[in-house]
């Protein structure tokens, strides 16, 4: 187990090492000067421009700048914004809270939604319950967020006036000894509820298909054979053997919420960092964005990891080696 | 039963139509907590006054912050602020400012004359890198201090606690009108020469409101300034929330979670017919058009083809139906309400036939020759309509342009270039807001050779006898006397060289509740609406956001 740990460990470093290349590259390849969005956008003064240009190294070879970002990197240093003066590091903290609350909020709607219908589905597969759960599965997998987002938000906010249209509330409570505030509940419902409908449907088709494998398994026919109540071996003995490729989904999905937020955090101006990074990437604000996207990198190569040790909780056959 | 209202929400989810905007009765009386709840579309991203260049922070600044002097909203006259009274001397050179007693920084300390000093000398300090230190380079010893030649600036000179001199190296006319805009703020030393740029999180001014809460990307809070000069403002606090998405802003305003707002989406003719009350529109001191890059061909050289597409753009439906009614056909540079306008200043009007004749003199005969260029504009959806407009109404005579949308840093550098160098962009969308309402706001920086490139003449256009009209419209202090050399310039720039593809001109429109009372639009831009004259008279109770 800690032989496994470790070596997965190791295994961060060079793919870390591969994403921030990537994203260096590719932000350096970008069209337009940063230099021209901080000198002050259509009239800047030329004197300002050669200024910022030395001031943050834009005008150095690439070579030069890459290992800059790098040296700087291995010493924990995300690098100041550009627009903000502020550290990156300070920026990233502040908005990686309000994505992660609402990631993990809409996960546990998906989740818990997602396996309720696909336990419904697969005790009912190939009836009209199973079907109208699939046909409603996919109409959810085929809209985008961003049309949900606004639906919900005009029907719950707009018409009905039962929920707040936007934001993060004003008055959430904060978590003791930090900085962090805590969204209003109000608030988080209309933002988790979107996110949740995009993995929503996932979960419910692989649910659906890793039961009905279990409810073949030999062990759960001489179950029902035995008289056991349905729901029951449904609950108790089928789905904690169907839970693994679940897990997998959620796993991923969580990762994707991470870093596919952005939609739902512009809809509903939520104060996320997908909103952060898109900003950033608008303002060639290169070092906010680069913090960003590595941080979410981070949070993704560290659920996966977590799936994994979840595997073997989950399921005493997997060993892990 | 249950069907029934199932089917009843799922049709209030799928029609968005179905809108609904609840307001309680209005009762008119002066509400018990005055909260003003304002949308920007970001954080500011730089709140330092004098390092800030962007409408955003300009708006904050201006109600957190006080010049020596500031603009009357509605006649643009300078009026006192920071500076009760001020005197010049006969040869127009000197200005001796009267600090008003008792003026105080957020912080509590007494403002002083040094701290005027120390402002000002602190924008044209080059370590700071102020984005507009070229407000107050006209003042004697900038160039030296600015180039390190000299510790301090010759021409800023406190003569006691509460006068300071300020003598200009020439005459500038609209200097009083410079140190009216944001960057010339009154700053206290021992917040701002913080190395770690607290004032940053903490802004410390000696305007109206100071800023009692800022949770970045999710709400900034202004509280009235008890001790404020000039009376405490009637609004206890303004909630400034960042909402990028207008889709979801104009919501939350239908649904009264905000006050106001100056972005607006969807089409403005139907908004207006909704919300008759809310909706504002005034003039404002600015201009929109397609620059031509002058240093290129096809343009370079080139007066007929640059007539020629002046004359073949219908401007007229291009703000009645494009615009919907939000721009103005433009004839000239200047626009109306900015001193030196020309009514009678001709133009272009739309002439398809003779932009084809012009066209012909131009070398391209039915657009014969002529190598489709890129029409650049940034990401807009109503930029991206005036681009096909455009378009098409140059195709209709021949000139083929492709249209070419690209995000906003992208089209910067493309349009911008160097000094030196000219931008790739030959044909681009631009548009330009006057800081202070003088013709010169205008005409010096688009037109002036000395400001090609990034610092305004994106055109790179270069005429000396109009260099000459500006430089000595510059050092006249009458502004009956300024007006005609404005004027000629204009008329040369228009009618002669065809500068630019003359547009339209803008307006304001911004969506205010009927409750919030004292609004007056300033032409100078829905920023310097003043906030502290603000008060809200009946309406719903505050919401929550």
Not at chain 1, 4 to 18: D, N
Not at chain 1, 295 to 314: G, K, M, P, S, T
Not at chain 2, 22 to 37: I, N, Y
Not at chain 2, 283 to 309: D, E, T
Request: aromatic share 8%.
């Amino acid at each position: 187990m800690s032989g496994f740990l470790l070596r997965r460990i190791l295994g961060v470093v060079p793919v870390l090492w591969a994403v921030v290349t990537v994203i260096w590259g590719i932000l350096f390849i970008l069209p337009g000067d940063p230099a021209a969005i901080l000198a002050g956008g259509f009239r800047a003064d030329p004197q300002v421009l050669a200024r910022i240009r030395a001031e943050w190294g834009l005008d150095d070879p690439a070579p030069r700048q890459y290992l800059h970002y790098l040296g700087r990197l291995a010493h924990g240093d995300l690098g100041v914004s550009y627009l903000q003066g502020r550290p990156v590091a300070h920026i990233v903290a502040e908005a990686l809270p309000a994505t992660v609350i609402l990631a993990v909020s809409a996960l546990l709607i998906a989740a818990l939604a997602g396996v309720g219908m696909g336990l419904v589905s697969a005790a009912h597969a190939k009836r009209w319950p199973d079907d109208l759960i699939s046909f409603f599965s996919l109409v959810l997998i085929s809209l985008p967020v961003f049309w949900i987002g606004m639906m919900l938000m005009l029907a719950f906010a707009s018409r009905l006036g039962w929920l707040p249209a936007l934001g993060y509330g004003l008055d959430g409570p904060r978590i003791p000894g930090t900085t962090i505030r805590l969204p209003e509940a109000r608030h988080l419902v209309l933002p988790a509820l979107t996110l949740a409908l995009f993995s929503l449907g996932n979960v419910q088709r692989v649910a659906r298909a890793s039961l009905l494998d279990v409810l073949q398994q030999p062990y759960i026919l001489s179950s029902f054979a035995r008289g056991a109540a349905p729901l029951r071996v449904h609950l108790r003995s089928a789905l904690r053997n169907a839970l693994v490729p679940i897990v997998t989904v959620l796993g991923i999905d969580l990762a994707a919420l991470l870093g596919g937020a952005v939609a739902t955090e512009f809809v509903f101006a939520w104060p996320g960092l997908g909103k952060t990074i898109v900003r950033g990437i608008a303002d060639r604000d290169l070092p906010v964005v680069e913090g960003g996207v590595l941080c979410l990198c981070a949070a993704f190569i560290v659920v996966n990891l977590l799936v994994d040790l979840c595997y073997a909780w989950l399921d005493p056959r997997i060993r892990l080696q | 039963m249950r069907l029934r209202r199932a089917l009843g929400l799922v049709a209030l989810v799928v029609l968005p139509g179905g809108l609904c905007r609840c307001q309680a009765p209005h009762a008119d009386k002066p509400r018990a907590e005055q909260v003003l709840r304002m949308r920007m579309r970001e954080n500011p991203p730089d709140i330092d006054p004098a390092s800030s260049a962007d409408s955003l922070s300009d708006r904050i600044n201006l109600a957190v912050h006080d010049g020596l002097v500031d603009f009357d909203p509605v006649s643009l006259e300078v009026v006192p602020a920071v500076a009760q009274s001020w005197e010049y001397s006969p040869d127009g050179q000197e200005i001796t400012f009267h600090l008003r007693p008792g003026v105080r920084f957020h912080n509590g300390r007494v403002l002083t004359s040094a701290d005027v000093v120390y402002s000002f000398t602190r924008l044209l300090d080059p370590k700071v890198g102020a984005k507009r230190k070229e407000i107050l380079e006209a003042i004697r010893g900038a160039d030296a201090f600015g180039t390190g030649k000299a510790a301090s600036v010759e021409g800023i000179q406190p003569l006691d606690a509460q006068t300071v001199r300020i003598t200009l190296a020439r005459p500038l006319p609209h200097f009083l009108q410079l140190l009216a805009t944001p960057a010339a703020a009154i700053v206290p030393k021992e917040v701002y020469g913080d190395p770690a740029k607290g004032y940053l999180a903490q802004p410390v001014g000696c305007g109206p409101f100071r800023v009692s809460r800022w949770e970045r990307s999710s709400v900034m809070e202004l509280s009235a300034f008890g001790d404020y000069y000039g009376g405490r403002a009637k609004l206890d606090r303004i909630q400034v929330r960042f909402i990028e998405n207008p889709a979801g802003a104009m919501e939350e305003y239908r649904r009264g979670g905000l006050d106001y707002m100056d972005e607006m989406v969807g089409s403005e003719s139907s908004i207006a017919r909704e919300l008759p009350q809310d909706y504002r529109k005034g003039p404002m001191l600015g201009s929109f058009y397609f620059g031509f890059n002058l240093a290129r061909p096809p343009f370079k050289g080139n007066v007929s083809l640059r007539k020629a597409l002046n004359y073949a753009v219908d401007r007229k439906s291009l703000c009645e139906q494009t615009f919907e009614g939000t721009l103005t056909p433009a004839h000239g540079i200047l626009a109306p309400g900015t001193p030196g306008y020309d009514p009678d200043l001709k133009g272009y009007e739309y002439d398809p036939a003779r932009a084809r004749e012009l066209l012909a003199q131009a070398g391209y005969p039915e657009g014969k020759g002529f190598k489709a260029i890129d029409l650049w504009v940034n990401n807009n959806q109503k930029l991206l309509e005036a681009a096909q407009k455009v378009q098409a109404d140059l195709q209709a005579v021949g000139i083929p342009v492709r249209v070419k949308a690209v995000d906003f840093a992208t089209f910067l550098q493309a349009l911008q270039g160097t000094p030196e160098t000219p931008g790739e962009a030959l044909f681009y969308r631009y548009g330009w807001n006057a800081d202070y309402p003088d013709p010169d706001a205008f005409l010096y920086w688009l037109l002036h050779s000395r400001n090609i490139g990034p610092a305004g003449n994106i055109g790179r256009y270069s005429n000396p006898k109009v260099d000459r009209l500006l430089d000595q419209a510059r050092g006249l202090v009458r502004m009956e006397e300024r007006i005609p050399l404005y004027r000629e310039a204009e008329l040369i720039a228009v009618e002669e060289d065809a500068a630019w593809l003359f547009l339209a001109d803008y307006t304001q429109r911004v969506l205010i509740k009927p409750y919030v009372k004292g609004v007056v639009l300033c032409p100078l831009g829905s920023m310097r609406i003043p906030l502290d004259r603000l008060w809200l008279e009946g309406g719903p109770a505050p919401g929550k956001p």
